[in-house]
């Protein structure tokens, strides 16, 4: 800790600009980065804050840890293909494994609103459990409080996981370097589309299920394989765009995809021509990008293709040093263009 | 994990007598633990959630760490005394503490409501800043999320702590024993009645403030003094009578206390008149219960005593074999009653 640490009473986002919260400070885009960035980060100032990574890498006596935390408030609670329970489970499991760890143990911190059916709770505490041991992480420690109808919205879940590292590799965005090959490991923006067409009535065939799932086995194949893994990230939030704009930025890289490459379902590419949403920007619950050396690139679509939740992983793009910061996109009509972080709120509550 | 665990799709409460969640599901009294109990511990059974302990202990490659999670809903943000930001500091502190440990690392979820005044989150950080710097932990990661209008109450946070145990001893209910002191760090219900003073518009010449504070630096001067800790617990939710049964009950012991050693300042006494409520379930943040063995007593009242969170610690009660589970007290007028668990809901959102 810094002991010239400044006590400014002036707070650091502009009252003028933006004098209450907005949806789009939750939202992945750039407000909540000028929020974390501006707020949060200058307060609680340390190294390991500063990583702004998906979770923290403590070394505690020799063992290197990692520590993440997550709140969940998707809405609605329920939904094709899973629930806030398994969502809330999954993305914390996630978030271990992109810094590369074994997941161990979570926490549950429960935020129910007075009024909730009993049964609705029970059905996501059983999806809970069914999620934790299909991801192999124990529930240790939890917590339970109620606000007053019309205080919350039913249930927010908030977990908080542990996981062990146990291999040398360093998985960071400073570790990304031009000449990296980008793999994802499966189509996009299934996670999203299921939300939103509950919300907004759409109705398919058969319905589009959230492609929520537990990442830490495929990562750790990989990394049990000598794989010199160099970043790696989940695809919440923002979608793909906002990840690698995340990464060409805190790497200082330029990274360029090809939409060709990238997988999206036809169900999921019409429902965003109705919605008016582009698949690059909507949230996964099973989807990472994994940057690594070119000349490893075989061996992990290999690994990854052999793996249930990797069957479909392309090569989507390279890193270059032209244009630091910037994401770039050959379209499938072959027009460049830049690929911006999401400037608003996308898609509300949508994990 | 068990193979044979049950999948049964019948709610574990009984649908008929609680459809819907209730304000008192998370006041720390029975209907909590009733929900805790029967939902929660058989979905996710395994021995470290068992212990019910304020934390789970982890052993990870031969170091033992404490893991804790608690949420923060209290209305009103700000109160004389703290905010709903310090008291999420200080209360995973405290729970760390409890476990014996040493808290090194938290995370922080915060739950915004679109609408919520940046100042007022911008004072809360400050002072979430100020807490973790005066209780020597780390925020190392953390989480933003947005909810619409109406649909949260300004601000929840999550925190969740990782401490390390660096001592042999044993500090769970299952250690007290009969025979055993129960001392009590300061005057109670501090916490509680800043809340509903603030909520209910009374008055005082002075305010009332909340007694929050870590107390973590007075349990490892117990600890490293050598103390043969049987069992903490911090006094928050249901106040010291909700710890005294829960211990009562996880132990196997009878508790008896005398109200008359039990310190209540005036101030507090007489709102709690006014109110209508017992000093013995008002929560506190910076209030414990040690058990500890009875040739300990004048020591540990030494150091607690020469420690600026324990100037007024008293003796309060003993441990006997008579009555196992039963919490019993010997009035200010020498009468002796029964210390129930609260049955339903005291003070909502008070942390």
């Given at each position: 800790?810094?002991?010239e640490r ?6 650091p986002i502009?009252?003028t600009?933006?004098p209450?919260i907005l949806?789009?400070h939750?939202?992945?885009?750039e ?6 960035e501006?707020m ?5 100032r340390?190294a390991?804050?500063d990583?702004q990574h998906?979770g ?6 020799g063992?290197r840890?990692?520590?993440t935390?997550?709140s969940?408030?998707?809405?609605p609670?329920?939904f ?6 398994d969502?809330a489970i999954n993305?914390?499991?996630?978030d ?21 059916p ?9 999806s809970m ?8 992480v124990q529930l240790v420690?939890?917590?339970t409080?109620v606000v007053?109808k019309?205080?919350?919205?039913g249930l927010f879940?908030?977990t908080t996981g ?5 291999h040398?590799?360093?998985i960071a965005?400073h570790r990304v ?11 996009i923006?299934?996670?999203?589309i299921?939300i939103m067409?509950v919300?907004e009535?759409?109705?398919f065939?058969?319905?589009?299920e959230s492609?929520t799932?537990p990442?830490a086995d495929?990562v ?5 394989a000598?794989?010199d893994v160099h970043?790696?990230?989940?695809l ?8 690698l704009n995340?990464?060409a930025?805190?790497g200082g ?7 060709s490459a990238?997988p999206v ?6 429902a965003c021509e109705?919605l ?7 949230a996964?619950?099973g989807r ?6 070119p000349?490893?690139v075989?061996r992990v679509?290999?690994?990854?293709r052999?793996h ?6 392309r ?10 910061g910037?994401v770039?996109?050959t379209?499938a009509?072959g027009a460049?263009r830049v690929?911006?972080?999401?400037s608003?709120e ?6």
């Amino acid at each position: 800790m810094e002991s010239e640490r400044d006590f400014t009473p002036q707070c650091p986002i502009p009252l003028t600009e933006y004098p209450h919260i907005l949806l789009a400070h939750g939202g992945g885009g750039e407000l909540m980065h000028h929020l974390i960035e501006k707020m949060f980060l200058p307060a609680f100032r340390n190294a390991l804050l500063d990583a702004q990574h998906d979770g923290a890498v403590l070394d505690l006596e020799g063992i290197r840890l990692a520590f993440t935390t997550d709140s969940y408030v998707v809405h609605p609670l329920v939904f094709p293909g899973g629930t806030i329970g398994d969502l809330a489970i999954n993305g914390t499991v996630n978030d271990l494994a992109m810094c590369g760890a074994r997941p161990l143990f979570l926490s549950a911190g429960f935020i129910l609103e007075e009024g909730l059916p009993m049964e609705t709770l029970w059905h996501i505490v059983q999806s809970m459990q069914r999620a934790a041991e299909r991801a192999k992480v124990q529930l240790v420690t939890g917590d339970t409080k109620v606000v007053d109808k019309g205080k919350g919205d039913g249930l927010f879940i908030n977990t908080t996981g542990i996981g062990i590292i146990e291999h040398n590799c360093l998985i960071a965005p400073h570790r990304v370097q031009p000449g990296d090959a980008i793999l994802l490991n499966g189509d996009i923006g299934r996670h999203g589309i299921a939300i939103m067409a509950v919300r907004e009535g759409l109705a398919f065939e058969s319905p589009i299920e959230s492609d929520t799932a537990p990442l830490a086995d495929l990562v750790l194949q990989l990394l049990q394989a000598g794989i010199d893994v160099h970043c790696l990230r989940d695809l919440t939030r923002g979608g793909l765009a906002s990840a690698l704009n995340e990464i060409a930025r805190a790497g200082g890289v330029h990274i360029h995809i090809e939409e060709s490459a990238i997988p999206v379902c036809e169900d999921v590419r019409g429902a965003c021509e109705i919605l008016g949403l582009d698949p690059l920007y909507v949230a996964n619950e099973g989807r990472l990008v994994a940057f690594i050396g070119p000349t490893d690139v075989e061996r992990v679509l290999t690994i990854m293709r052999a793996h249930p939740l990797g069957a479909d992983a392309r090569l989507i793009g390279r890193v270059t040093d032209d244009d630091p910061g910037l994401v770039t996109m050959t379209s499938a009509i072959g027009a460049r263009r830049v690929v911006d972080m999401l400037s608003g709120e996308q898609l509300p509550r949508i994990c």
